[in-house]
Every structure is written in C-alpha cells, then in structure tokens.
C-alpha cells in the first residue's frame, strides 16, 4: 500500500455528526496532487474532524472521500488509517516517548527499507534540517521545533501519497514557528507531496499553501487562491479572519456604492444600505497641502497610538463612524491634524445584516 | 537560620530518622543472628534438601503467577478501558474488588469450593486470582492517560492496530507493569494463610510452622535470612529493569479519550475472560461464604467473640492508622520540602523495609523485645510497631502528593499576613494535605484489617481480632464459623477498595506501596 506518486484529495458531499450535533456539512473540496492546501477556521468550525476523516482516524457519515485512485471512505468503503498510505503531523507531535529519534523515523519502515535506514533516518533528519548527533536522543530531551521537525521525517519517511498537518506549528513560539512553517513548506514542495494543513492562523493560511479552503460552522465558507481569499472575501466573516479590515457604511444605488469616503465601487449586484471593506494598506492617510486635491476626502485625527513601526490614527470622518487607519513613514501627525483619506483600490462591497456580518474575529 | 532553610527543622529530622532507622531493626536482626549462628552452623540450616524444596515451591509459585498476573492484569485493562467490552464500567469496578478480599480468604473460599485443592497450580490459581487487580489497576490508570495520538501516529504510519499495541502501547505500559508485578510478587513472598490452607509449603508458611515449634530457633532465623534475600533479589531486579526509563508525555496538547475498538469477533471470548475472572476470583469466595453463612444461619452471628474481634479490629487499625500517618508526616515533609540524599536514603528504608515479609519483621521485633525490652514484649505496642513498618510506604505515598500539591505560595501568603511559620504551616498546608492524609490511613487500615501473619506470632495473649479469630476456626475445621469473620472483613474492606478504585482515575501510582 506504500505509494510514492503523490495523489490527489477528492472530498464529495461529506458530512459528520458526533452525537446528533452536526460538525461537517455537504463538503466539497478538491486538492491537486502536489499542491499544498490550508484548511482554516477558527476553533470548533470542524477543521481538526476534517482532517480526521481524511486521515482514517474517523469516518464520515455521508458523502466519499478519493486518494489518487482509491475511494477510501464513502458508502461501504472505510479504509482505515493504517492502510491509506497517508502521513499524518498532530498538533505535538505525538512522538513516541520510549523511542529515540532514530527509531521514531524508522518506525514506519518495513525490514527490507529498514536494513538501509541508517542512510534514510540521516537523509531524512537533513530534509528537515536536522543535526544527525540527535539521531540517539529521546523526544523529551528535544525542543518543541525540533519534535515538530522530527515528526515530519517520521512521516515523510514512507513516502505518502498525502501528507496531513493538523496545526503542527501552534505550539511552537512565534520566531520558531514561521521559521518551522517555512521549513517544512519547502520541504514538502522539494518532495513534491500533495499536502493538507489545519490551522486557525491567519499568517499560517496565507503563506504556506496555493489554494485555502475556509471552514465555518461545518460548511465550506469560501475556497481559492490566498490571494483571491484576502482580497475579495466573499463575506465579512472571511474578510475579518484573514486580516484587519475596515468596515464602512455605504448606500447603492444603481451598481455603484457610495460612502463617506466617496463613491468605492463601480459595479454592485446590491441595491440600498451596504458595507464597504477595505483592508487598512488600501487606505492612504496624506497631508492637506494647499491648492492640492488627491481626491480623497478630509477627516481630523482625534486619537493617535504609537505602534514602533506604525502608528495607527483614529480619525473623525464626516458620515462615518470614526475610522482607525494604520500610518507608516511620516511620524509628525498631531491629535487635531486634518488629514486627506483615500482609497487607493475599490471597496469589497457586502450586505448588511447578515448573519456573518456582525460576528466578531477570532 | 540558613541551615534550618536548607535542611528543615531540626525535630523534624530527628523523627523522620527516628521512624527510618526503626525500619532498620529487621535487616539488622537477619544480619545480626547470621553472624551470630557463624558460618557452619548457618550452612548446615541452609543447604539442605528441605529449604532447596522450600526454594522450588517459592520461586516457581512467584515465576508462574508474576507473568500471568500481568497477562491477565494487561489484558483486562484493555477490554475495559480500549474496548467496547459490555458492561465495561460496571467490569472496570468489579476487577477492583478482590484487593478487598484478603488472600487467605479468598483461599478459604476456593477450599469450601473444591476441597482437592493443593500444590503449586492450586497456589497459582489463588494467589493470582487474589492479586492480578495489582497489575490491572495502575495498567489501567495508565491506559487512560496514554495520549492516542501517539497510537494514531503509528496507524499513519502504516502499522496495524495489533503491532500498534505491541510497539507503542505495551512498552508505554511498562512501568505500571513492572511496578504492580513487584508487588504481587513481594506479596506471594510474605502470604502465608493462604498457602497454608492448601498445604502448599513456602518460606513463609515453613518460617512460621518453624518459629511455633521451636520459638525463636536459629532454623527460623536462617530460612528467614533466605526469604530476605529472595525479597533483596526481587527489588533490585524491577529497578534494574526499570531502568532511567520515563515515558512523560511530551506534548501538551488536551488529553482526549482514545477511542473504544470494536471487538467483533472477538467480543464473546473478551466477555467470557472478564465474566470468568470476576466469578472465579469474586464470585467463588462470596458464593463459599455465604453457602457457610447460610448454613450457620442466625446463629452463626451469636459467636461470642464475634463483636469484640470486630471491635478489636477496628481499633487496632484505627490506631495504628494514625499512628502510621503521624509518623511518615515527617519523612513526607522533609522528602517534600528539602530533598536531598539523606532523605532519600531515610525514604528508601522504609520502603525496603515494608517490603519485607511482614513475617520477618515480626521475628525480629519479637527477638529485640525480648532482649532488650521485654517488658515491651506481648504487648499491643509490639504489634502496631511492626503494622507501622510495615505500612509506612502507603501513609508516606499518599502525604507526599498531597504536600506536593500544596501551592507553596499559599503558605507564604499566609506568612506575609503576619502568621507565625508554624501557624501558617498548620492553619493553611495541613488543611490541604487533610484528604491525602486520610487517603493513606485508609489504606493503612486496609492492610492492618487484613493482616494475618505478624498478628498472630505477635499479638498479647487474649488477642482476639477477625483475622485471628477467621484462622482459628479455620484451623478447627469449623468453616462455618469462619464464614461470619471472613464476611465482615471483607466488609470492612469494601470502602477503601472503592477508595483505590476512585483514586485510580487520575493517580497512575496508586497501587505503590501496596
């Protein structure tokens, strides 16, 4: 059952209900072989249960899931864990404790691959970057990265069709995790390994694969590329978990929107009261010079924080709630100044009232 | 000033050295009669085709039921707490209770059942019967802390579920394993009511057949000499195969319950193990008893002795309970507070010591009384001495994790407050440590209601408790009578069986020092 071609990941209708409670819900999903996808949501939106069914830890109660050529769950077909040809990362590793590193990585090795494991186990520790003089230690006797990086090799070891990262960094400090994250990313696209991560990071999300699939409340809320999710969300909740945004009221009225900031959209299905999103770099914060007019409208700062790099102003607008907008570069803005705000791109238009609307970011 | 901060108060020292160095009476007095005897003599005792039979009958007794207590401990565990076994909460409870029943008991039981009983397989039968919950119990406890996404790394990795167990979950298990084998094994060791019902001769059994007939002889002390070494051989070996092994978990993700596996078709042989392990090992000493009760009837519980054996009894337990607990306070303390080798050294005696058959510490206590303190001798003093050395490691176990629980700043808070350091010590700290406390006196109670051997070499003249009064009877053929003693001991027992059972769903450790 070892494959080493990667395979691709088809998820059709799946649902799953633990108690009557449904956690998933008709999705669909589809990752390329050896592309990289990242589920997203926040805690309890059913992401860890996704992985699960994929991994074959659990099985869904309706809907199929595909590896490569083989339906591995659906009606009738449940193919357990063991024999998926899967890799699996848990959130700590879940090393096993009696074992040193170098058998950890060779576990998964048959006697014939494990005759030449001394070469795998320190070709594999390099892959990951690892020093060999850790070979012979014992899990607890390595760093929280390290264990992280050790549980890569051990998976990587069998080749598997599909690697599958349950928020394999979050226990890891802030400076060592993206250094982890960017790590096993570049070896897993070096392998070439079809791969499914989990997280409920947003910076997480956005670097480490080429589709994101976002996952609330059991059902898919949007997929696509990190670029398309960041800047055209299709709702707010999307919008607000992906990164800092700033929301406006705003009218439309025959396709285009208007609002305090002027009009932001040409073209809008939406007719009536709206929300305008913008994600804060869009908005350009620029001196009152005399005679001059860059189109945006005025607002007085009534509130400045100092931030190291940034400074963020809160600014009175003329219509509007007031706005808080991240400044960089010029540090000379005094409460009371009044200042030029513009949109450098247009509004991400949604409707008001929606359910996901209000709901506040994680 | 410093010196007290660093090493703890003086009086406390002394008494945890006090305590300590009590333990070493019995290792002293083996040493000391060796010496005495001289070596000719010594080797003339102990070479002789009656001890290697004695050393046959004692090795293969620990060498067949050691390993098939923890098979069976093992495989119990699992069904209960990995399967979806029927009833598995209802069976998770019941293989507790047979550490209510005490050996001698149970084999009591199995007599009335099966009068033909005898020789090494019937010993086997009982004495495993009476002690696999010892593997079971902290296996099981284990079982549950054990995080599965350690098993299901292994599945990812191709493994299938039953070399899953064997690679990753046994060797997680070993420690438990190893700890609760030891046990079971220092108990076949130091049991001798329960072999000698079935005429099955140990050590221990011969030890005391010996010491009746020839009070104090230097062949008792020999034998006892061996017995001593056997225990000595049984230690360092599990700590040897112990090894620096400690399988923390490492992660800190929450603990999840690991999922129940299907048992298919499987589930009637796994139902069938665990209803017969309960039957035999439960059911057929209730059974004999109340067959036996019934038999006496109402006037079976007119024994005349029967009230004041239990009020005896319970005294005795009471007493040397608190006794026991008052006097590993400050060895816990100190273990807890200011650890350091001597402490260490100080803590290991009474382990040692209370590893000892019970029986040899008797020897000895009796031997010393009556050469140095014979006043001391037939008295109850004598005997809740030797209770206390014998149970100090469970008062000791128990305290030093609820001292260790205690938020230090609690007591320092306290202190800030303006309390003296005594005063705070006593107003806020001994509150907490109150339930552990009474967790350990409960189990020392446990084992003084149950105690058979040492009471009966030891006990003043007059002495009437349910474990003597039970062997009595035993001993004139009149089960009948026994059965109303052995009925009440048991129900004694159930309480701090339950107690165990409670505590071993969040404490890994709890049969240490059993």
């Known amino acids: 059952m070892r494959r080493t071609e990667p395979g691709d990941v088809e998820l059709r209708a799946i649902g799953k209900s633990y108690g009557g409670t449904p956690v998933l819900d008709s999705i669909d999903l589809t990752v390329p072989a050896g592309s990289k996808t990242v589920i997203v949501g926040s805690s309890g939106s059913g992401k860890t249960t996704l992985l699960r069914l994929l991994s074959g830890f659990d099985f869904p109660d309706a809907g199929t899931i595909r590896i490569g050529k083989d339906t591995v769950a659906g009606p009738g077909v449940a193919i357990p864990a063991h024999r998926r040809g899967i890799g699996h990362v848990s959130q700590d590793g879940a090393l096993f404790p009696h074992l040193t590193v170098r058998d950890n990585v060779a576990f998964g090795l048959d006697r014939h691959q494990r005759s030449e494991r001394m070469t795998t186990v320190s070709e594999l520790l390099e892959l990951v970057s690892l020093d060999a003089g850790l070979a012979d230690r014992r899990p607890d006797e390595l760093s929280g990265g390290q264990q992280q990086r050790v549980a890569l090799a051990r998976a990587m070891a069998r080749k598997p069709r599909v690697m599958l990262l349950d928020e394999p960094f979050s226990s890891l400090d802030t400076g060592l995790r993206s250094a982890t994250r960017d790590l096993v990313s570049e070896a897993l696209s070096a392998a070439g390994i079809t791969t499914v991560l989990v997280t409920h990071d947003r910076a997480e999300a956005l670097t480490f694969g080429d589709q994101v699939a976002m996952l609330r409340d059991g059902r898919l809320a949007q997929v696509g590329t990190p670029t398309a999710m960041y800047s055209m969300p299709t709702d707010l909740a999307t919008a607000r978990f992906l990164g800092d945004v700033i929301v406006i009221e705003a009218l439309a009225s025959g396709g285009r929107v208007e609002c305090a900031l002027g009009i932001v959209a040409q073209s809008t299905s939406l007719d009536g009261p709206c929300l305008a999103m913008f994600r804060p770099e869009q908005l350009r914060v620029g001196r009152l010079t005399a005679g001059a007019d860059d189109g945006g409208c005025i607002a007085r700062i009534i509130g400045l924080e100092y931030q190291g790099a940034t400074r963020l102003l809160t600014l009175d607008v003329p219509g509007s709630v007031p706005l808080e907008v991240p400044v960089t570069g010029d540090t000379r803005y005094l409460v009371g100044d009044r200042v030029s705000l513009r949109p450098t791109t247009e509004a991400v238009i949604f409707p008001t009232g929606r359910a996901g609307a209000s709901s506040p970011t994680p | ?514």
């Open chain 2, 1 to 514: 000033m410093n010196r007290f901060r660093r090493r703890g108060p003086v009086a406390v020292i002394v008494m945890a050295a006090g305590v300590s160095l009590l333990g070493l009476v019995p290792l002293g007095y083996v040493v000391f009669t060796a010496v005495v005897t001289g070596g000719p003599t010594l080797a003339a005792l102990v070479f002789r085709p009656r001890v290697a039979e004695l050393l046959g009958n004692t090795a293969g007794l620990v060498v067949i039921t050691v390993p098939l207590c923890a098979m069976v401990g093992v495989a119990a565990a699992w069904l209960v707490e990995r399967s979806n076994l029927w009833g598995a909460r209802v069976f998770g409870v019941l293989l507790v209770v047979p550490l209510a029943i005490p050996a001698f008991v149970n084999s009591y039981g199995w007599v009335s059942a099966v009068p033909s009983l005898n020789g090494i397989w019937s010993g086997v039968l009982i004495a495993g019967l009476s002690y696999f919950p010892l593997v079971y119990l902290p296996v099981a406890a284990a079982l549950r802390r054990l995080d599965p996404s350690v098993e299901e790394s292994a599945a990812s990795l191709g493994v299938a579920p039953f070399a899953v167990f064997l690679r990753v979950v046994l060797p997680q298990l070993r420690l438990p394993i190893l700890g609760g084998s030891l046990i079971i094994g220092l108990h076949l060791l130091s049991e001798y009511g329960a072999f000698a019902m079935i005429r099955f001769d140990t050590f221990t059994t011969a030890i005391v057949d010996q010491f009746r007939s020839t009070f104090d002889g230097p062949a008792a002390n020999a034998l006892a000499g061996v017995l001593v070494l056997i225990c000595l051989v049984l230690l360092v070996g599990e700590s040897g195969a112990r090894g620096g092994a400690r399988y923390a978990r490492i992660g800190s993700g929450a603990a999840r319950p690991s999922a129940r596996r299907a048992l298919g078709a499987f589930a009637p042989a796994a139902q069938l193990l665990v209803s017969g392990l309960v039957i035999l090992s439960v059911g057929v000493p209730i059974a004999s008893i109340g067959r036996w009760l019934v038999q006496g009837g109402v006037a079976g519980w007119s024994d005349r002795y029967l009230a004041d054996a239990l009020a005896q009894t319970i005294g005795y337990a009471l007493v040397g309970a608190v006794v026991t607990c008052i006097l590993a306070f400050p060895i816990a303390l100190l273990a807890v507070r200011f650890p350091g080798r001597v402490v260490r050294v100080l803590e290991s005696i009474t382990y040692i010591t209370s590893s000892l058959p019970g029986l040899v510490t008797a020897l000895a206590f009796v031997a010393v009384a009556i050469r140095l303190v014979p006043t001391l001798y037939q008295t109850s003093v004598l005997v809740v001495a030797v209770y206390l050395l014998m149970f100090l490691p469970r008062a000791i176990v128990n305290l030093r994790s609820g001292l260790a629980q205690v938020p230090p700043g609690i007591e320092e808070a306290a202190r800030s407050l303006g309390r003296h350091p005594v005063v705070a010590f006593s107003t806020v700290t001994l509150r907490f440590v109150l339930p552990s406390a009474v967790a350990g006196a409960a189990l020392v109670f446990l084992g003084i209601v149950t105690e058979l051997t040492s009471t009966l070499l030891l006990a003043p003249n007059g002495t009437r408790t349910l474990a003597i009064q039970f062997w009595s009877r035993v001993n004139e053929i009149d089960y009948v009578g026994a059965a109303p003693y052995a009925a009440l001991m048991i129900l004694l027992s159930l309480p701090v069986t339950y107690l165990l059972f409670a505590r071993s769903r969040t404490d890994r450790k709890v049969v240490n020092g059993l």
